[in-house]
């Protein structure tokens, strides 16, 4: 077994929140999985101790009223809003900010709680006015800065539901997520910073406005141009002297458990993305456990997850507020003006938890950076990780580089959450999932629905969370939520993971079971193979695809970028295939190893084997693959060629 590469001293795991809990929770000599095996277990009795935990109201009669899925019933007698517990906080000590504001140019600024509340205020009582109703949709077109996140607490707070993309999502690509909704409101910027330039989206904004009929009202933070005629200054909205109070925002409206807060969406590269939603209290107790216990974040943390509003890490980032946290708003690029740009901005800032992807760490670890050269991270206490899957050995990197806690998990927009991830009372192992979260009944299934342990398994969770979705929009007799998740295994979700849950209880992520790799019988998981060749200093990335043939063969041809100045020659061919070979296995090599332009990913970082997959199998491109919700899609076009190419030749 390997070794740790961190574990947790002894004063660390006491002034740890989650111990508290465990006191608090009348199991103070548990140790991590004997705490976790009663979370389970007792599903009402774990949830009604976070809700005590937390202070959030009277305790309930009861937490799970129907554990049933899908369709399990949260506490049915509780009526409250997500913004009710930003007003239930303490005031700040220090007068620490809420958020904190930068971008490229390093133009920070800070909000104060007061000053955060007053302008939710301020916007929530125009949304009143213009007949904002809750039930209704207000949407944010928006990069991520303070607006967004106002926007968001102010729609929610008055009842109404709240949803929103990243601006470099094209007009097309906005109005297929944010036109299904029917909004009556629409917030956006004239424009996003990534890359060094201004990317100005004023005739984006204009084609989302004429694409969207029921938008009665246009709200526009003006950032580089002129606001387009028949739109409202955002401005005039929030800074209106007769509403810059904090104490002049109304009570939330009171709301059921599920009410809807948020439709987050699927990536859509395979046809209309899958709208889905999630209630106030479920979202609310599983970010408030899953910040304050697992991420052990509390008020003098400042929390910086580089994010966009097109991506569930954003909402995950925004409840930082719920346990008292400043948070960060970063408009730019993770690697401007150079590839330790976030290292730059965590030193800056003085950021305790920062949030980044594997992709990132890797850029680093390939570009030499020693992220505590010239940038001073003595405030930072641990690095968060997701995304896909990191590498053991740029989990490694992390620990040595940067000298703290790597906490690498793993969920999904489905549930707005990890199911597994690091835990401050738990060692960390290179490459894997430290544990299971509380709460979460995640367990392997083999295909005849089976638990297994050592093994490679399907990703199951057997008991509710509170946030699983309440439903699919446009989906009211709940077909395509049931086929989504539990079709497969009646009653228990199967999430689409490939993972092993080791010995010691961690868990290993090996990639997405709907793009299998099945060769001879054996699956096995792309993440082991990508982890073994983008370490290559020849390799820039690779994309792995494994296609059933027609006559019954099966085709696996592994695509490599190369690094500048690299060439795919015969001794680089060898020094791949030897480097999967020996650190995942024989069984894993490539049919054969194609130099290819570049690897075609969703808008929030996740490679497109299913869609190649399909395309190399002969679907066609156009019902494959959604270019809009690709981040390059012009690479489109070189797979659909390279798999016609192979099509015609005499020995395929």
Not at 272 to 293: D, M, Q, R, W
Not at 335 to 358: I, K
Request: glycine share 10%; charged share 20%.
């Amino acid at each position: 077994m390997t070794a740790p590469q961190w574990t947790p001293s002894t004063a660390e795991a006491a002034a740890a929140q989650i111990t508290d809990f465990a006191r608090f929770a009348g199991r103070p000599d548990a140790s991590y999985h004997e705490l976790w095996q009663w979370s389970v277990a007792d599903l009402d009795g774990f949830w009604r101790a976070i809700w005590s935990y937390f202070e959030l109201g009277p305790a309930p009669a009861r937490a799970l009223a129907d554990p049933a899925l899908p369709g399990a019933r949260w506490f049915p007698e509780v009526r409250s809003n997500y913004v009710d517990r930003l007003l239930q906080l303490p005031p700040a000590g220090g007068q620490r900010p809420a958020i904190v504001y930068t971008d490229e140019t390093s133009a920070d600024r800070e909000l104060s709680r007061s000053e955060l509340l007053a302008r939710v205020a301020a916007l929530a009582a125009w949304l009143r006015s213009h007949g904002v109703e809750p039930g209704d949709r207000v949407v944010g077109y928006l990069p991520n800065i303070p607006e967004a996140v106002i926007g968001f607490l102010a729609t929610v707070s008055i009842g109404a539901v709240w949803s929103s993309c990243g601006q470099d999502y094209s007009a097309k690509a906005a109005l297929d997520r944010l036109g299904q909704l029917d909004p009556v409101v629409l917030i956006t910027a004239d424009g996003y910073r990534f890359g060094g330039r201004v990317h100005q989206r004023s005739a984006e904004v204009a084609a989302i406005r004429s694409g969207i009929g029921s938008v009665r009202a246009t709200v526009v933070v003006t950032r580089f141009g002129e606001r387009p005629a028949g739109t409202v200054d955002w401005v005039e909205v929030v800074d209106r002297p007769a509403v810059a109070a904090p104490e002049l925002l109304p009570a939330p409206v009171p709301l059921p458990f599920d009410h809807p807060l948020w439709v987050v969406f699927s990536s859509g590269t395979t046809g209309l993305p899958k709208g889905i939603v999630h209630g106030h209290g479920g979202v609310l107790l599983e970010h408030l456990k899953v910040l304050a216990l697992h991420a052990d974040l509390g008020p003098d943390d400042t929390f910086f997850w580089y994010t966009s509003p097109s991506w569930m890490m954003w909402n995950y980032q925004v409840a930082g507020l719920l346990v008292g946290a400043t948070i960060v708003c970063y408009d730019g690029s993770p690697a401007y003006p150079g590839p330790d740009a976030l290292w730059a901005l965590a030193g800056r800032l003085r950021v305790t938890q920062l949030g980044a992807s594997p992709g990132y760490v890797l850029g680093c670890i390939k570009a030499g950076i020693a992220p505590r050269r010239g940038h001073d991270l003595s405030a930072l206490r641990s690095v968060g990780i997701t995304g896909s899957t990191l590498p053991p050995s740029s989990s490694q990197w992390l620990q040595d580089a940067v000298g703290v806690r790597v906490s690498s998990i793993s969920g999904g927009t489905d549930v707005v959450t990890a199911f597994a991830g690091g835990t401050p009372v738990v060692p960390v192992w290179p490459g894997e999932l430290s544990s299971p979260y509380l709460g979460v009944a995640l367990d392997a299934y083999d295909s005849a629905g089976e638990s297994v342990r050592g093994v490679v398994g399907e990703l199951v969770v057997t008991a509710p969370m509170p946030s699983m979705p309440i439903g699919f929009w446009r989906d009211p007799d709940g077909s395509r939520y049931r086929a989504a998740y539990f079709d497969s295994y009646p009653g228990v979700w199967r999430h689409g993971d490939w993972i092993t849950i080791t010995g010691h209880g961690s868990v290993i992520v090996h990639g997405r079971s709907d793009s299998t790799l099945n060769r001879n019988g054996i699956r096995m998981g792309s993440a082991d193979i990508y982890q073994a060749v983008e370490r290559l200093p020849e390799v820039a990335e690779a994309l792995i695809i494994g296609a059933e043939q027609p006559d019954g063969g099966y085709w696996m041809p592994l695509f490599v970028v190369l690094a500048p100045d690299a060439e795919l020659t015969a001794e680089v061919i060898e020094r791949i295939r030897a480097v999967i070979r020996s650190e995942a296995s024989p069984r894993h090599l490539p049919d054969e190893i194609v130099a290819a332009p570049g690897v075609p990913h969703t808008r929030t970082g996740k490679k497109l084997e299913v869609p190649i997959k399909r395309i190399f199998q002969g679907a066609d491109p156009a019902t494959a693959v959604d270019p809009s919700a690709v981040d390059a899609p012009e690479l489109i076009d070189w797979y659909v060629g390279f798999g016609a190419r192979r099509g015609a030749r005499p020995d395929a």
